[in-house]
């Protein structure tokens, strides 16, 4: 198959969802998810309408997104893995959208920046809840979500606009997309970024806002 018939095929199970179930957004956007793809194979993407991307590292980002970017200045680059506070600057120059806020070191981080001058006012980031409570996953665990939320909008004055998680890959997904549905709404949060390949479908039936989808659209890495 070639990425103009999988994406074809997502963006139908998409269309599928929405129509069809009555707790889809409005809107569900894809989001492709790139790490691992060369730079040509983004070209493609972006020729086919694909304007949201997602890299896990931040150096193979600027590797790759700093010439397609100027060429291609609508598209949103979103940080999906891991930011380090060391990384936290070179991060702001090129993502637009930070989507793992995961931790009050973090938090902290970024509003020390922003108190330096830095606006984050243009940028928009999610919080990272790790749903199924795994040690070596990041994101802030369900019980400490509320107080975090809090502390990110209210006390640091951070302009987050939504949750995002990874499920745990052995479990059913749906109950960790209600969690994280729930959480959101107790915040008047909008945003909901779930779904990967394995279960974008489920995701996107449950209110999804950006499904991440890598191997589904690219094919294996
Ligand atoms: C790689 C990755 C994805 C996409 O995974 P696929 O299963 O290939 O669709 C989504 N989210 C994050 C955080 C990722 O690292």
């Not at 894809?30 to 020729?47: C, D, F, R, T, V």
């Not at 902290?108 to 070596?136: C, D, H, M, W």
Request: neutral net charge; proline residues 6%.
């Amino acid at each position: 198959m070639t990425l103009v018939n999988r994406l074809t095929e997502i963006r139908a199970t998409l269309e599928k969802s929405r129509i069809n179930s009555p707790l889809a957004a409005p809107e569900t956007c894809l989001l492709a998810a790139s790490k691992g793809q060369p730079a040509e194979l983004l070209e493609e993407a972006i020729a086919l309408g694909i304007r949201d991307f997602g890299e896990n590292r931040v150096q193979e980002a600027y590797d790759k997104w700093p010439l397609l970017k100027e060429k291609y200045p609508h598209i949103r680059l979103h940080l999906i893995g891991p930011l380090q506070t060391n990384k936290v600057k070179d991060a702001l120059g090129l993502f637009d959208v930070i989507q793992t806020v995961d931790r009050e070191k973090l938090a902290l981080a970024l509003s020390r920046l922003q108190a330096s001058g830095f606006s984050l006012q243009e940028k928009q980031f999610y919080i990272q809840v790790n749903t199924g409570e795994e040690p070596q996953k990041a994101g802030i665990f369900p019980k400490e979500a509320d107080d975090f939320i809090r502390f990110c909008i209210h006390d640091l004055k951070l302009p987050i606009i939504g949750l995002m998680c990874i499920p745990p890959a052995d479990q059913p997904p749906a109950p960790h997309f209600a969690l994280l549905k729930n959480v959101a709404l107790t915040h008047g949060l909008k945003e909901l970024s779930m779904g990967m390949s394995g279960d974008y479908d489920i995701a996107a039936r449950m209110g999804s806002s950006f499904v991440r989808v890598g191997t589904a659209l690219f094919g294996s890495r």
